[in-house]
């Protein structure tokens, strides 16, 4: 029995490192981070960034985003429009508090990467893709969101812009 | 007399303006809110001095074209227009690094009226013959 405690520490220990490889490539969101939101009027940001990023440039296929952001957090810089922007007619922040993105394939692109994934917004699921870099130490990315496909305030399709450039900036730190 | 009339602008922005550094203060220590990237001691100086300088032309010219009811279509004119710049501050969007647009209108709504205090309150002072 005691010949097996050697080989035993052995398989725990490349078990062990081999869990630690994997833990190295997931990164922690820093503070600075910024997710806006431009369609003219109204313009923004959100904040309450939170979720795992594991993301290895050498291994896309095990690198995977699933992040949230706080609803009732939107800033437009107006207090009147931050109020209807987390009322039933839009964003309906009490039933619907977090808009979250889980990603299911990443892949390389010519000017970075690409994220593949789930935008779920307003209780509605759509496939989405956002381009994005890596610089080492800061994602970027930007996509365009139209807001009556997640069916927020469709009563009202000119009232305020309907598509959104949706523009991430996160600094990221092991 | 211009020169009376400038005068009694000059001394409302100052009373104006002092007013509104210590509401600005007093607002701040109530809500930890921060507006000093719009509002602050440089920014509410300057718009009294020039809510306050504009009012001296608009009433010197009222005054003068109408001799009897002049300063009391300057006054319902001041009023009125102190009112439906209420607006300014609830419709305004602020940098987005304010984090609490909300408490802006709080702040910034009766500082709208202190132009128009100041020069009622300091109009005895600067009685007589403004034309």
């Known amino acids: 029995m005691k010949k097996l405690i050697y080989p035993a520490a052995a398989v725990a220990l490349f078990f062990a490192s081999a869990f630690t490889v994997i833990k190295s490539q ?36 095990n690198s995977r985003f699933s992040t949230s952001i ?3 957090s939107i800033n437009t810089g107006n207090g009147m429009k931050n109020t209807h922007a987390k009322s039933e007619k ?8 977090t808009i979250t993105f889980t990603s299911s394939s990443i892949a390389k692109t010519a000017s970075g990467y690409a994220a593949t994934g789930t935008l779920d917004m307003h209780g509605v699921q759509k496939p989405v893709t956002i ?37 991430i900036t996160v600094p990221v730190s092991k | 007399m211009f020169k009376r009339a400038f005068f009694h602008g000059l001394a409302a922005s100052v009373l104006a303006a002092i007013v509104g550094i ?4 007093i607002y701040f220590f109530a809500t930890e809110a921060d507006f ?9 100086t300057g718009i009294s001095v020039m809510v306050c300088m504009l009012a001296t032309f608009i009433y010197f010219g009222l005054a003068t074209w109408l001799k009897k009811t002049g ?21 305004i969007s ?24 100041a020069w009622y309150t300091l109009k005895p002072l600067f009685t007589g013959s403004n034309r």
């Open chain 1, 70 to 72: 706080d609803v009732a």
């Open chain 1, 90 to 97: 839009w964003f309906d922040a009490a039933k619907y508090p």
């Open chain 2, 36 to 44: 000093s990237k719009v509002l602050n001691i440089g920014s509410i």
């Open chain 1, 26 to 61: 997931d990164w922690k969101i820093a503070e600075g981070y910024s997710i806006k939101f431009d369609g003219g009027d109204p313009s923004g940001e959100f904040g309450g960034l939170k979720g795992t990023i594991s993301f290895d440039a050498n291994d896309l296929a």
């Open chain 2, 94 to 117: 602020l940098p987005l690094s304010i984090k609490t647009p909300e408490l802006f209108p709080g702040l910034a709504v009766p500082m709208v009226f202190f132009p128009a205090l």
């Open chain 1, 131 to 167: 381009p994005f870099t890596f610089d080492g130490s800061t994602f970027k990315g930007s996509f365009e969101v139209n807001r009556m496909d997640y069916n927020v305030n469709t009563a009202e399709p000119a009232h305020g812009s309907q598509k959104f450039k949706v523009d």
């Open chain 2, 22 to 25: 210590i509401y600005n203060r």
């Open chain 2, 71 to 91: 300063e009391i279509v300057f006054n319902l004119l001041f009023s009125i227009i102190s009112f439906a710049c209420v607006m300014i501050p609830i419709s």
